[in-house]
T-cell receptor
Framework: DAMVIQNPRYQVTQFGKPVTLSCSQT?????MYWYQQKSSQAPKLLFH???????NEADTPDNFQSRRPNTSFCFLDIRSPGLGDAAMYLC?????????FGPGTRLTVL | KQEVTQIPAALSVPEGENLVLNCSFT??????LQWFRQDPGKGLTSLLL???SQREQTSGRLNASLDKSSGRSTLYIAASQPGDSATYLC????????????WGLGTSLAVNP
């Protein structure tokens, strides 16, 4: 089945230790998104790729970076995680209007 | 400023009831409305998309409507089941940026057996 896959599903890291979250898709969608969602809050868009073009939201901290080496994969790098970065990180893809979401990665920062 | 509002924030109903979840938006430039379901600790599942040219969409026991003139969308769930228990979020697309969804905070639904 075509889908959006996120690995790992649960990630524990230490304060300040770099961490990378992974997203892959079999939908062949040209747009990929990264969202951060904290408890009882709506998802917050961090950035998205339209093909290879990177689009950063104005309020996304510099601590967050992203890479998209090919159509299928997109990575979220958190250079120095703080306690406030503990959240669910959601990857989504789209070709038109509808966005399809992965299951998310729950990040814990100790 | 919350541009998309969902009322109620939480709802608890007995199994079998028909129910309506509400989503209102202040931005008149929102032209598409998408409803999502989120189970606790999980990702988002797209339920229905209503485009500006449509007034409603149906999928099984779910029916979503869109009234752009009043800035409202509703999600109707018929014959609710315990398996419908989840958080339901609505999100709109602004005509000026068709890749950035504008989200409500969701309605947490509990359907009791």
């Amino acid at each position: 089945d075509a889908m959006v896959i996120q690995n790992p599903r649960y990630q524990v890291t230490q304060f300040g230790k770099p961490v990378t979250l992974s997203c892959s898709q079999t939908l062949n969608h040209n747009v990929m998104y990264w969202y951060q969602q904290k408890s009882s809050q709506a998802p917050k868009l961090l950035f998205h790729y339209y093909d290879k073009d990177f689009n950063n939201e104005a309020d996304t901290p510099d601590n967050f970076q992203s890479r998209r080496p090919n159509t299928s994969f997109c990575f979220l790098d958190i250079r120095s995680p703080g306690l406030g970065d503990a959240a669910m990180y959601l990857c989504a893809t789209s070709r038109g209007i509808v966005q399809f979401f992965g299951p998310g990665t729950r990040l814990t920062v100790l | 400023k919350q541009e998309v509002t969902q009322i109620p924030a939480a709802l608890s109903v007995p199994e079998g009831e028909n129910l309506v979840l509400n989503c209102s938006f202040t931005d008149s430039a929102i032209y598409n409305l998408q409803w999502f379901r989120q189970d606790p600790g999980k990702g988002l599942t797209s339920l229905l998309l209503i485009q500006s040219s449509q007034r409603e969409q149906t999928s099984g026991r779910l029916n979503a409507s869109l009234d752009k003139s009043s800035g409202r969308s509703t999600l109707y769930i018929a014959a609710s089941q315990p398996g419908d228990s989840a958080t339901y979020l609505c999100a709109g697309l602004n005509a000026g940026n068709n890749r950035k969804l504008i989200w409500g905070l969701g309605t947490s639904l509990a359907v009791n057996p």
